[in-house]
C-alpha cells in the first residue's frame, strides 16, 4: 500500500468523524469544540506534555521502500485534494480535516507520498492501522464533551474508524477479521 493510499482512507474516516461529529453537536458547536482542543492540544504539546509527532515509529526509517520519481509528490498531493473535494465537507471543517495531527505528521515527514510499506509489512501494516484508530480515539477525546452525551459522541466517532480499518486491511491484503 502506498502512503498516499493510506491517507485517502485516514482523511475519508476523519471526514466522515467530522461530519458525524457535526451532525451530533451542530457545526457551530463542533467547530467551537475543534477549535478549543486544538489550541489545548497545542498548549500540552508545546509544554512536552503531548509527543510532538503522533505517529511515532510509523515514520521510522526502514519502514516505506522510496520509490520517487518525477513528481510523484505533486501527484499524490493532487490526488489527496482531489479527494478532500469529493468529500464535500463545509469550508470550516475541510480546514479542521487538513489539520489533523495524524495527517500532518505524515504530511510533514520526509517520506515521499508515493512510498510503500516494505515487504513483509504485514505486522507493520497492522500496526499502522491500529495507531491511527487509537490516535483518532484520542483525538476525539481531547474534545470537551459533556458526559452525559460522551458515549453517544464517541461511539458516532468510532464508526469510520472501524470501516476505515476493514478497508485498508483489505488494501494491505489482510483478512479484516481473524481466524475464526
Known amino acids: 500500500m502506498r502512503l498516499v493510499d493510506f491517507l485517502v482512507l485516514l482523511l475519508g474516516a476523519q471526514a466522515e468523524t467530522l461530519k458525524r461529529l457535526g451532525a ?29 509527532t503522533p505517529t511515532g515509529a510509523s515514520l521510522a526509517p526502514g519502514m516505506w521502500i522510496e520509490t520517487p520519481g518525477p513528481h510523484s509528490n ?15 465537507l463545509p469550508e470550516i471543517l475541510e480546514f479542521h480535516l487538513w489539520a489533523y ?23 507493520i501494516g497492522t500496526a499502522l492501522i491500529d495507531e491511527a484508530c487509537a490516535n483518532a480515539e484520542a483525538w476525539v477525546k481531547r474534545l470537551e464533551i459533556a458526559p452525559s452525551v460522551a458515549a453517544a459522541a464517541y461511539k458516532a466517532a468510532q464508526v469510520p474508524w472501524i470501516r476505515f480499518r476493514t478497508e485498508a486491511l483489505k488494501k494491505m491484503g489482510r483478512r479484516p477479521l481473524g481466524a475464526v
Open 24 to 52: 451530533f453537536f451542530g457545526e457551530e458547536n463542533l467547530v467551537d469544540m475543534l477549535e478549543d482542543a486544538g489550541e489545548s492540544y497545542d498548549d500540552r504539546r508545546l509544554a512536552g506534555l503531548e509527543p510532538k
Open 74 to 88: 505533486a501527484n499524490a498531493y493532487a490526488e489527496l485534494e482531489g479527494t478532500v473535494r469529493e468529500l464535500g
Open 101 to 123: 495531527p495524524h495527517y500532518r505528521a505524515f504530511i510533514e515527514s520526509a517520506i515521499d507520498l508515493n512510498a510503500r510499506l516494505a515487504p513483509g509489512g504485514g505486522e
